[in-house]
């Protein structure tokens, strides 16, 4: 019989996610940069997101200590209204799509989800927030193609959009050698977004 427990630990972040149309609209500006760049390893547009706390790798009891606390933050904190805007790598490998808009909201709703996770009794590495959506990440030895491809979407600028919910998220970097994929453990909506 086939082992069916859960492993012990989970890798978890804290998120909000663009709509549909906002990824759809930066999906066709990149069309271009998708056929001159096969081989980049593209992250599947229905995984991007905007972190807001990093958590790491957490034993698989402690996720559920975070449900109550960003329940009640995500009840009250009104939904930022954002943008998709410009573009730029990290490290000369990553490529990544910068946020406007709301953003003293969008970084105080970050700071107080930080806040929730630390009253949870849960420690994490505080990274200083730069809100972006990872693209792209270039293969070892291409330092060039990140950047090229965002030289190229610089000037985009999608519309507006209001962020819906807040998203506690599972992903399996690290425990395979395929894709990473993230699912999402639980999301509420944020109040200003009417569920």
């Known amino acids: 019989m086939k082992d069916q427990t859960q492993p012990s630990t989970v890798r978890v972040f804290i998120a909000l996610a663009p709509p549909d149309q906002a990824k759809e609209e930066l999906a066709a500006a990149l069309g ?18 905007i972190t807001l706390a990093f958590l790491g790798e957490l034993p698989a009891c402690t996720v559920p200590l975070l449900r109550p606390p960003l329940a009640a933050l995500a009840a009250k904190r009104p939904s930022p209204s954002l943008a998709l805007h410009g573009s ?11 946020i406007d808009g709301d953003l003293s909201e969008l970084h105080e709703l970050a700071a107080d989800v930080r806040t ?12 200083p927030l730069r809100p972006h959506l990872t693209l792209a990440r270039a293969r070892r030895g291409d330092h060039a193609s990140a950047a090229e491809i965002a030289r190229g979407i610089s000037g985009f600028t999608g519309r507006r959009w209001s962020a819906e919910r807040l998203h506690l998220v599972g992903s399996n970097a690290g425990r395979s050698r395929g894709a990473i994929h993230y699912r999402d453990i639980e999301a509420w909506p944020l109040v200003g977004t009417g569920g």
């Open 32 to 49: 271009p940069a998708y056929a001159s760049h096969p081989e980049m390893r593209w992250n599947r547009i229905e995984d991007w997101h």
């Open 116 to 127: 929730a996770v630390r009253n949870c009794g849960i420690s994490f590495e505080e990274r």
């Open 88 to 98: 730029g790598t990290f490290d000369d490998r990553v490529l990544w799509s910068g």
